[in-house]
């Protein structure tokens, strides 16, 4: 069973900056991608960044040069910093482990999501 939790989401005003952190957990031996979504209100879940286990990072357009992706593989941990937020920023995020293997591979596992809000 592979178990991804979130913390660090919160409220913060434009401008300002968070880091989102997901660790996962579960006897994993190795996860090729991990990434962040997002879905705001009345929105579909779209995706925020993605990293590989060789540190290749992959971003939406909304977010780049102002959100930056990484990992610990070690630690089977993924992280998001998230500055200049903007009230569009704000979302529910979902930390994503794709390719996890354990003693099998497992596909497409999903975080509970952290709520961010970006308001004055």
């Known amino acids: 069973q592979v178990q991804l939790v979130e913390s660090g989401g919160g409220s913060v005003q434009p401008g300002g900056s968070l880091r989102l952190s997901c660790a996962a957990s579960?006897?994993?031996?190795?996860?090729?991608?991990m990434g962040w979504y997002r879905q705001g209100p009345v929105k579909q879940r779209e995706l925020v960044a993605t990293?590989?286990?060789?540190?290749?990072?992959k971003y939406a357009d909304s977010v780049k040069g102002r959100f930056t992706i990484s990992r610990d593989n070690g630690n089977q941990t993924v992280y998001l910093q998230m500055n200049s937020l903007q009230p569009a920023d704000t979302a529910v995020y979902y930390c994503?482990?794709?390719?996890?293997?354990?003693?099998?591979?497992?596909?497409?596992?999903w975080g509970q999501g952290t709520q961010v809000t970006v308001s004055s």
């Open positions: 994503n482990a794709d390719q996890v293997y354990t003693s099998r591979w497992i596909f497409d596992v």
């Open positions: 579960g006897n994993i031996a190795m996860i090729y991608t």
């Open positions: 990293i590989t286990y060789s540190g290749n990072t």
